[in-house]
């Protein structure tokens, strides 16, 4: 069984830039969410995607954007990058539920590093 | 809305000794509850979750967690801890209809030899 991959592993960035964050999630699994994780913070929520639509997003602005694929792997789009920008991004999949909606617990990539300067 | 307030971001006990992370939540109606560990440059890893199916839920490599309605904890235990178990462990909540899961702020764990 595949886990959940996440590529790059690293990323440095320039502020003002736009960057495009990877994930391939566990094989059977059609709900994939993104989290921020700050140095020294617990992981954040951005938005969560299933069935290839958002369907529940956290605090996050516009400017981070995200897809899903028929496949079910997920890509995070984050624009005009911010030095507070800078954390771990983490993508994590669930089995299918009713609607979308269950209490799978969520199996996490390793994460991909993103500094911006 | 729900959350989660993990107390002391830094935890030392000696190898062997009992290990107690701790966590309370906040949530207007029952959670379901879960811990995850995350080691140096890894993503999380599910130690355990709560579902309401029992109050003292066992999880992995020797933890437990003990659901406390009338503390409005969840609190992480192991016996005898060992130095692989040197990690950082973030407690979490979900609220029931609501996808979405919730970390607390985590505590580092350290073993001391």
């Known amino acids: 069984e595949t886990g959940v991959t996440q590529s790059p592993t690293h990323l440095i960035k320039t502020r003002g830039q736009q960057v495009t964050l990877r994930c391939s999630s566990q094989?059977?699994?059609?709900?994939v969410s993104w989290y921020q994780q700050a140095l020294g913070q617990g992981p954040q929520f951005i938005f969560q995607?299933?069935?290839?639509?958002?369907?529940g997003r956290g605090n996050f602005p516009p400017r981070f954007s995200g897809l899903q694929f028929p496949n079910y792997s997920s890509e995070l789009n984050v624009n005009a990058l911010e030095l507070d920008d800078s954390a771990l991004y983490l993508c994590?999949?669930?089995?299918?539920?009713?609607?979308?909606?269950?209490?799978?617990?969520?199996?996490f990539g390793n994460g991909t590093r993103l500094t911006v300067t | 809305a729900q959350s989660v307030t993990q107390l002391g971001s830094h935890v030392s006990v000696s190898e062997g000794a009992l290990v107690l992370l701790r966590c309370n939540y906040s949530s207007s109606v029952p959670p379901y509850l879960f811990w995850y560990v995350q080691y140096p440059n890894q993503g999380l890893q599910l130690l355990l979750k709560y579902t309401s199916a029992a109050t003292l839920v066992k999880g992995i490599n020797g933890f437990e967690a003990e659901f406390k309605k009338s503390e409005t904890s969840f609190h992480l235990t192991k016996p005898s801890a060992h130095m692989s178990d040197a990690a950082e462990y973030f407690c979490a909540v979900r609220k029931n209809r609501d996808d979405k899961i919730i970390f607390g702020k985590g505590t580092r764990l350290h073993i001391l030899p």
């Open positions: 995607y299933y069935r290839e639509e958002e369907n």
């Open positions: 994590a999949s669930s089995p299918p539920g009713t609607g979308g909606r269950n209490n799978s617990p969520l199996h």
């Open positions: 094989s059977g699994h059609n709900t």
